[in-house]
T-cell receptor
Framework: EDKVVQSPLSLVVHEGDTVTLNCSYE??????LLWYKQEKKAPTFLFML????IEKKSGRLSSILDKKELSSILNITATQTGDSAIYLC???????????FGQGTTLQVKP | EAQVTQNPRYLITVTGKKLTVTCSQN?????MSWYRQDPGLGLRQIYY???????DKGDVPEGYKVSRKEKRNFPLILESPSPNQTSLYFC?????????????FGPGTRLLVL
């Protein structure tokens, strides 16, 4: 059965800290991995990683895909209170439009 | 402005009364999908559509129907809603914009089935 697992489930840090969120997966014929940020509303898309694009960066956020380890990390440097959110990881298996989500990591950044 | 719209945003209904939640996107995306989000269960995909007239089941399709007659619209139909379909529903579309992969979620529809 296809599965996506995120860790930790929750995390509390202080402003300025660097955090690393993990996502591991077991899917048939991996195609892509996506990261989202969800505050008190709809998720917003952050990155998509594939075999041809295993590293992405946008400002203080960056993500790497490790196809050998079947995992990905999302790094946030110099965290701010506005980074407080649930971070979701999702994976697309095979040549389908299916999207399987992990349970999310709740990040709280304290001032 | 690129966006996905959903209507209604909030709905209270009774068991068995058919309802439709509309979803529309203005980005000419081929891919659209529906999700439900429940506490402790996270986001789960209901249905997706790779293009017009092409739809397929996600992880939790039971009790739902969809149609994709035109590219911009992807309505979610509950023929006979039951209380276990009380949830927060999101529609999303995905595609390339200016050469970059993008995905947008609608604002969500909160459904309560009594």
């Amino acid at each position: 059965e296809d599965k996506v697992v995120q860790s930790p489930l929750s995390l509390v840090v202080h402003e300025g800290d660097t955090v690393t969120l993990n996502c591991s997966y077991e899917v048939t014929n991996f195609r892509s991995l996506l990261w989202y940020k969800q505050e008190k509303k709809a998720p917003t898309f952050l990155f998509m990683l594939t075999s041809s694009g295993i590293e992405k960066k946008s400002g203080r956020l960056s993500s790497i895909l490790d196809k050998k380890e079947l995992s990905s990390i999302l790094n946030i440097t110099a965290t701010q209170t506005g980074d407080s959110a649930i971070y979701l990881c999702a994976v697309t298996p095979g040549n389908t439009g299916k999207l399987i989500f992990g349970q999310g990591t709740t990040l709280q950044v304290k001032p | 402005e690129a966006q996905v719209t959903q209507n209604p945003r909030y709905l209270i209904t009774v068991t068995g009364k058919k309802l439709t939640v509309t979803c529309s996107q203005n980005m000419n995306h081929e891919y659209m999908s529906w999700y439900r989000q429940d506490p402790g269960l996270g986001l789960r995909q209901i249905y997706y559509s790779m293009n017009v007239e092409v739809t397929d089941k996600g992880d939790v399709p039971e009790g739902y129907k969809v149609s994709r007659k035109e590219k911009r619209n992807f309505p979610l139909i509950l023929e006979s809603p039951s209380p276990n379909q009380t949830s927060l529903y999101f529609c999303a579309s995905r595609g390339r914009l200016a050469g970059r992969e993008t995905q947008y979620f609608g604002p969500g529809t909160r459904l309560l089935v009594l």
